[in-house]
């Protein structure tokens, strides 16, 4: 019992992994989500594979159902990015990072490098949301002052 789940997560990872390498861009998610989707992929493509070509297990049925899974899968990872991550499917967009986040991981924290050190914009704005942190009182005037050298000294 216990060998049959931890083989159906296996698959799951596998046929979700391949779904997310099928669909260009990233796609930030945690590996149970990713294992989901394989599994929910591998249900739907064997159901669809059994349906065409009957329970007869031969090379053929097999690779049907290993194919219709990863189809599948790639079609849960494209409407994952495009209904929550309201992301496009293609064109260059597709290959961003969704908004607040990075390549790092989740949304980048602040003091954090900017991506390109060399682009005014990203210091200015840094130093704008430095100066509301301030006089928030979230952080110090030294911290403020500190933070604010770190950034200039980039440029």
Do not use: C, N
């Amino acid at each position: 019992m216990i060998g049959a789940i931890i083989q159906a997560l296996i698959i799951g990872f596998v046929i979700g992994g391949l779904a997310r390498w099928a669909v260009p861009g990233p796609d930030p998610m945690p590996i149970w989500m990713t294992t989901l989707f394989g599994l929910v992929g591998s249900l739907i493509g064997s159901g669809i594979a059994v349906t065409a070509f009957g329970r007869g297990i031969d090379s053929g049925t097999a690779f049907s159902a290993w194919l219709l899974s990863i189809i599948a899968a790639s079609l849960l990872v494209i409407a994952y990015r495009h209904f929550v991550q309201h992301r496009p499917i293609t064109g260059p967009d597709a290959h961003k990072p969704p908004p607040g986040r990075d390549r790092r991981g989740p949304a980048a924290t602040f003091g954090s490098p900017p991506k390109s050190a060399s682009e005014p914009d990203d210091v200015s704005e840094q130093l704008r949301r430095l100066g509301e942190l301030r006089d928030e009182g979230v952080i110090t005037p030294e911290d403020f002052e500190r933070k604010k050298a770190e950034l200039l000294a980039r440029m």
